[in-house]
């Protein structure tokens, strides 16, 4: 695949869920001229963190593989705090690996036919509504896979709009989380 600028990218991933129907409860997405404040998100990271500490999730042995759930909480936060946030569903690529890579067309195959039971390949993070990606396990998983250990702070990855680059990103292909309830990877009770 050619590398593609992020916002592309999640503009097509938007029309790709639009075209499976993936649409309970999506939100409108824009790309603002004026981006989030890295100072206000900063700040809600710094709270983030905490929790995920105080729930005993201290480095990257214990976020790694819980993208679903800890993306899930965060999302939960950029809420209160009135930043808009998009679940994001797709894949992570760095120089020579792919975490989850996946396609539109095997995503698919998920919703004809779900399986609660069978763990899916996927990747999730969040990304902001100017485009800016926040992803908390993503390095986690990264970190376990050449055998390190690192605390939480290091496993957190927040770029900001347009800095994504072709030696570490994010290949979006659904947004929002009706993917995610109709595949029976979190409930709609969880939210």
């Not at 990218?9 to 404040?37: C, D, K, W």
């Not at 999730?57 to 679903?68: P, V, W």
Request: proline letters at 3%; a negative charge; one cysteine or more.
């Amino acid at each position: 695949m050619t590398y593609c600028h992020y916002k592309e990218l999640f503009s097509r991933a938007i029309e790709a869920t639009r075209s499976l129907g993936l649409v309970h409860g999506m939100r409108e997405f824009v790309f603002p001229e004026r981006g989030v404040s890295h100072d206000h998100v900063g700040v809600i990271l710094g709270e983030f963190i905490g929790d995920l500490y105080r729930r005993g999730l201290s480095d990257s042995a214990s976020l790694s593989g819980n993208c679903i759930q800890i993306h899930d909480q965060l999302f939960g936060f950029m809420e209160r705090s009135g930043i808009q946030a998009h679940m994001t569903v797709g894949s992570m690529h760095g120089n020579g690996w792919s975490y989850c890579r996946t396609s539109i067309d095997q995503l698919k195959a998920e919703l004809e036919h779900p399986d609660s039971f069978r763990e899916i390949e996927i990747h999730t993070w969040l990304t902001l509504n100017d485009g800016s990606i926040i992803d908390c396990t993503g390095q986690a998983w990264y970190d376990m896979q050449i055998g390190e250990v690192h605390p939480v702070e290091k496993c957190l990855v927040y770029i900001p709009q347009g800095n994504q680059d072709p030696s570490h990103y994010y290949t979006p292909y659904i947004v929002g989380y009706d993917f995610l309830y109709r595949t029976g990877c979190i409930s709609r009770t969880a939210i």
